[in-house]
């Protein structure tokens, strides 16, 4: 481990070692300026977390949709790629199969992370706990500590602040073994034969459900015995990653028109027969060794786990290589409290990046991570750096978690409606399609927005191409 620079205050201090926090460290270092990562792993370890490297993903392996023209997460992995982004850098080297998805080998992940930043000669890592506001001389900090932040920090920001945390819960699905699904039942498809950026049009291990199997499964889900939360058990759920089981409580439809929906998709053991429901499993690591289940966050106890999800044809065999859980995730009122360059206004030493913006999902808190990490570097620089424009995903973050799109004027203690949010096209101004075609005849709504996404993610690029153009970081002399 390279040393700690002799004066704290030249360096910038990141705060956390996940993916905003190593993405920031990163883009801060390529600037030229001095960073010195803080990661309480393995010290103080976390309700989440397996090991003790960086960046390491906790949840699905997915990055989700890598398509930049239709798919605004998409998009926004383009304009990272474009601002020489750590995390897609890694992302793109160990992925696996997963359709029209970006998902990777968590480990392999986890380890090029680590060991390109412990080899770049102005990072140093320190691997302590944080216990309380950063030191005073620390005059450049980003507060990288996501859903998962220390007890001790999470009291000291919430005095700071004044306000009380925001919070939601955050599931974790299963990991099975691949050896033991029963591909006499399952089989290997995309839905729609799709391929991803590997090519494989194959990704996906289908497990197909008929109403009746379809059914008690849905019963089995409502009968079985959840984790109960007596501290937080009036803390809503995001639903981008919702319980599998609190699917299924809001009607026994849900799930088939959800994770379960059997769309696309034909059983290669059977075809002339239409699954009712289908449960896909993605691959997990490079090996292909592991399996995790598409959509099947949990909150079921683990006694019970594998005897419900052993119900599922071509999972009566399953062998576990992790169940599912359940932990908490905290974000802060970033509309009320950041400025646009995510500074803390009550100390803008500070700066906060990730998930504890108030942003959900993996490719988004790195994004906020990268931004950071840019504003930081460009203020040690003497100068400033504005954010992206808004018609880029990059810009749309920042101008949903600093209320950009939010009237936050409009009572003494700004929204109180503030959520988590992935990037989505609703976030960037929209644009206008042509209604008919140059043959005059009507386009279909269904082709008018999907040429609508296009038009949005090409504009999107050439603005970010613009904004890098003319706003390059650099470090002071």
């Given at each position: 481990m390279k040393?700690?620079?002799d004066t704290a205050a030249q360096a910038v201090h990141v705060v956390g070692g996940g993916l905003a926090g190593s993405e920031a460290?990163?883009?801060?270092a390529q600037a030229g300026v001095a960073v010195v990562l803080h990661e309480m792993r393995p010290v103080r370890g976390t309700a989440a977390h397996q090991g003790e490297g960086l960046a390491e993903l906790v949840c699905s392996n997915s990055f989700r949709s890598d398509d930049w023209a239709y798919n605004a997460v998409g998009l926004l992995h383009a304009e990272m790629r474009r601002c020489g982004s750590l995390i897609m850098a890694c992302a793109d080297a160990n992925q696996v199969p997963a359709g029209g998805a970006l998902a990777v080998d968590r480990e392999a992940f986890s380890d090029a992370v680590t060991r390109r930043l412990e080899q770049h000669p102005l990072i140093s890592i320190v691997r302590e706990e944080l216990a309380g506001?950063?030191?005073a001389d620390w005059s450049s900090v980003i507060l990288a500590t996501g859903p998962l932040t220390s007890p001790a920090l999470s009291q000291a920001i919430l005095g700071l602040t004044g306000e009380g945390a925001l919070s939601f819960f955050d599931a974790i699905a299963p990991i099975v073994h691949a050896e033991t699904i029963d591909m006499g039942?399952?089989?290997?498809?995309?839905r729609y034969d799709k391929e991803g950026p590997g090519g494989d049009a194959a990704a996906y291990i289908n497990c197909p459900m008929d109403k009746a199997q379809y059914e008690a499964f849905i019963q089995?889900?409502?009968?079985?015995?959840?984790t109960e939360f007596k501290e937080w058990e009036n803390v809503p759920y995001f639903d981008g990653c919702l319980p599998i089981e609190v699917m299924a409580e809001r009607g026994p439809e849900t799930l088939r028109h959800g994770p379960m929906k059997p769309m696309g998709l034909t059983n290669a053991h059977n075809p002339g027969v239409k699954a009712y429901a289908v449960v896909q499993l993605r691959q997990d690591n490079a090996l292909g060794t592991l399996f995790n289940m598409v959509g099947f966050q949990t909150k079921l106890k683990h006694a019970v786990q594998a005897e419900v999800f052993r119900t599922i044809p071509g999972l009566q065999d399953a062998q576990f290589a992790r169940l599912g859980g359940l932990h908490r995730n905290t974000f802060i009122n970033s509309p009320r409290l950041l400025d646009p360059a995510l500074r803390l206004k009550?100390?803008?030493r500070l700066r906060f990046a990730g998930q504890v913006t108030g942003v959900e999902g993996y490719v988004e808190s790195a994004a906020v991570g990268l931004l950071a990490g840019r504003f930081a570097a460009a203020e040690r620089g003497g100068g400033t750096l504005p954010a992206p424009p808004p018609t880029t995903a990059l810009g749309a973050l920042i101008g949903h978690i600093t209320g950009g799109h939010l009237d936050v004027e409009r009572t003494e203690k700004g929204p109180s409606s503030f959520q988590p949010m992935n990037i989505n096209y609703g976030l960037l101004p929209p644009m206008e399609t042509p209604k008919r075609g140059p043959d005059g005849k009507p386009i279909p709504?269904?082709?008018r927005g999907r040429e609508k996404k296009k038009l949005m993610s090409e504009r999107a690029l050439r603005d970010l191409d613009a904004w890098l153009a003319g706003h390059r970081v650099e470090a002071a002399e």
């Open positions: 040393p700690v620079p460290a990163w883009q801060v506001l950063p030191p039942v399952a089989w290997r498809q995309s089995a889900l409502l009968d079985g015995p959840k009550a100390d803008p709504l269904k082709q």
